[in-house]
């Protein structure tokens, strides 16, 4: 089974724009992001899918692997599934760019996933981590899924779910992390097939998925990464890794 990972890489960013040429430790968190990719050896190849000759370049300059966007996308899945459609892999790990420091042990468990897979449930795999607080759970920004007995999602949405009619019935929350690992052929039927009502409404693609008919392994994880998504997050990012 050929493995992949596969970096999309938006230079512009409505919170932070050019975040992933932002410096942290002497680098750009884009070149950060794909040397971890690497060092993790859980992949055959690593590459960055981009919009920006910035970034193009930037990859190429260091001796990794680029890819330039030839279409504009809504989606990072769209803009993977572009970039490898010609390419033979059987399965394909989108990294987060944003997140330079790349965590092996939770990647690892969403591969072992397919590994095991041998009647070929899964369309692809994904990973949720337990909410606890109200807050949290309330949260907007924070993505839940609720699945059925064996881990299969069931759906996602920035709403709270299960609607807590019942505090007291003991239902357990998680939060989605946005790390995926997809069968080839899941990704190029996403990017074929067209948006429908759910994905539009809740702005989640994975519901593109679930509403086409295919099957989201979810793996639990108690590493939520570090994402730099502001300028407060970056410095945050640079205090990291200069304790490490």
């Known amino acids: 089974m ?3 990972a596969v970096i999309p890489a938006r230079y512009e960013s409505t919170r932070f724009p050019a975040k992933l040429m932002q410096d942290l430790g002497g680098k750009p968190v884009i070149s950060r992001t794909y040397e971890a990719a690497v060092k993790t050896n859980l992949f055959e190849d690593v590459f960055v899918v981009t919009d920006s ?10 001796g990794g692997k680029a890819i330039m966007s030839i279409k504009e996308h809504e989606s990072g899945s769209d803009r993977i599934a572009e ?5 033979d892999v059987d399965v394909v790990v989108n990294v987060q760019g944003d997140e330079p ?10 591969l072992q996933v397919f590994k095991g897979d041998t009647a070929h449930e899964i369309d692809l795999a994904s990973l949720m981590m337990p909410l606890s607080e109200w807050e949290d759970i309330e949260n907007p920004n924070n993505v839940k899924v609720i699945t059925d007995q064996r881990n299969f999602a069931l759906y996602f949405s920035r ?3 299960p609607y807590p009619r019942d505090k007291k019935a003991g239902a357990q929350y998680y939060r989605h992390i ?18 429908k009502s759910l994905e539009a409404t809740e702005k989640l693609e994975q519901l593109r998925y679930l509403e086409y008919g295919k099957r989201i392994k979810m793996v639990l994880t108690s590493h939520a990464g ?11 990012a640079r205090k990291f890794l200069e304790k490490k």
Request: charged content about 25%.
């Open 2 to 4: 050929k493995i992949i």
């Open 53 to 62: 000759d910035i970034i193009y370049k930037e990859i190429l300059s260091t």
């Open 83 to 87: 970039a490898i459609e010609t390419l």
């Open 101 to 110: 420091f790349i965590n092996k042990e939770p990647l690892a468990d969403l």
């Open 159 to 161: 709403s709270v779910i």
């Open 178 to 195: 946005g790390i995926y690992a997809f069968r080839k052929h899941a990704l190029m039927d996403f990017y074929h097939l067209p948006m």
């Open 226 to 236: 570090i994402g730099i998504d502001t300028p407060e997050d970056l410095e945050k």
